[in-house]
């Protein structure tokens, strides 16, 4: 059995869970409203306070879906209630990030500075000139523009120069060392 699938999730007060055919998942709670349509196999029941995943068979393809089922229905349940949110450093001599409205402008030691729009359902907030904080319900939204927001400059292994997530550690490594 699957130990994460077979564990219940809990819903919290302030927290509607809604379950529709096709297993459409719909969460309601106090930071708002997300919806899924998770796989048809699995068997989503909403118990009380709590909902239980089961699955019909011990196939390879049940198996792994049975705790990925669970877990999306977690993090739904966390985004409502908590929400999400990524750090990012900008590292670098001249590095800066700034924001206005919903334009996230970076300057990353091109040519020109790079400007980013908030997704829907995302926002993103910068800390001082060096650190932005990616916030948002959606686990897979606010991974997926953090995500975006570090390939515009990744950091390098030399010097550590460019936009990595502040629990990230960069493999350092040595320079060239001249002739004697």
Request: aromatic share 4%; charged share 30%; glycine share 12%.
């Amino acid at each position: 059995m699957s130990r994460i699938g077979r564990m219940p999730i809990a819903v919290p007060a302030g927290v509607t869970v809604e379950i529709a055919e096709n297993n459409k998942v719909t969460v309601k709670g106090p930071k708002g409203t997300l919806e899924r349509v998770l796989p048809a196999e699995m068997e989503i029941k909403l118990e009380g306070a709590e909902v239980l995943v089961t699955r019909p068979n011990d196939l390879k393809k049940m198996k792994s879906l049975h705790g990925l089922t669970r877990t999306l229905i977690h993090n739904m349940v966390v985004g409502v209630t908590e929400g999400f949110q990524k750090k990012l450093e900008v590292n670098g001599v001249g590095y800066r990030a700034a924001k206005s409205g919903k334009k996230l402008t970076l300057n990353l030691g091109y040519s020109h500075p790079v400007e980013m729009e908030d997704p829907e359902g995302i926002e993103s907030v910068v800390e001082g000139q060096n650190v932005i904080i990616v916030k948002g319900i959606d686990k897979e939204k606010v991974g997926q523009f953090a995500a975006e927001i570090r390939d515009k400059r990744r950091p390098e292994p030399y010097k550590g120069k460019g936009i990595k997530y502040a629990d990230e550690t960069i493999r350092r490594k040595v320079g060239k060392t001249g002739k004697k």
